[in-house]
């Protein structure tokens, strides 16, 4: 059973930094395509960025350079380093991944419906 726990979330004033872990346990597939998704009070869920089996990442575009997908084949761990954070990043951030062998790029992630797993977020507050 695929699990994927996400982790380093928490509460920090604008223009501090964080990085999330997502640490993976039970996938067994060669190829694989992950991404970070977000939801804020009372908006729909969004992606935030994504990365392939090839290292191709992408990332939407309000995130504007401040943040950085990036994978530990070793530990089996996605993270996202956010950097100069801002009261609007504050949401839920979720992991996810999905086992088809499908390119990364700025919006690829569409609605994430294509998605195989999940993990339950975590929650990022940002204070101004």
């Known amino acids: 059973q695929v699990q994927l726990v996400e982790s380093g979330g928490g509460s920090v004033q604008a223009g501090g930094s964080l990085r999330l872990s997502c640490a993976a346990s039970g996938y067994t597939y060669s190829t694989y395509y992950m991404a970070w998704f977000r939801q804020a009070p009372g908006k729909e869920r969004e992606g935030v960025a994504c990365?392939?089996?090839?290292?191709?990442?992408g990332y939407t575009d309000s995130i504007e350079g401040r943040f950085a997908i990036s994978e530990d084949n070793a530990k089996n761990t996605l993270y996202l380093q956010m950097n100069s954070l801002k009261p609007e990043d504050t949401a839920m951030y979720y992991c996810?991944?999905?086992?088809?062998?499908?390119?990364?790029?700025?919006?690829?992630w569409g609605s994430g419906g294509f998605m195989d797993y999940w993990g339950k977020g975590i929650l990022v507050t940002i204070s101004s």
């Open positions: 996810a991944i999905s086992s088809r062998r499908y390119p990364c790029y700025s919006g690829s």
């Open positions: 990365i392939d089996t090839d290292g191709r990442t």
